[in-house]
């Protein structure tokens, strides 16, 4: 069962099974930072409400919106 990687508690790992995203420049930027299918992906602290969320995927640290992590399903 994916959920949206928004929705990942923090500290806890999952697996990226799709991008669910239809801006092709958005979708080309997330593969480019290392958010591909199959990567595995970590909420490393959440911003304050609706704030940005820390994300660890193949050993790098990236601040994404909740807007786009919404757009990544992880399981």
């Known amino acids: 069962m994916s ?3 928004s929705d ?3 500290g806890n790992w999952a697996t990226i099974v799709g991008v669910t995203t239809e801006d092709p ?3 080309e930027r997330l593969a480019d930072l290392g958010f591909r299918v199959g990567q595995q992906v970590k909420i490393i602290a959440r911003g304050g409400v609706g704030g940005p969320l820390a994300v660890r ?3 790098s640290t990236f601040a994404l919106r ?3 992590a919404a757009e ?3 399981a």
């Open 25 to 27: 420049t958005n979708a």
């Open 72 to 74: 990544i399903l992880v």
């Open 66 to 68: 909740l807007t786009e």
């Open 8 to 10: 990942l508690a923090e």
């Open 3 to 5: 959920r949206r990687l």
């Open 57 to 59: 995927v193949q050993g």
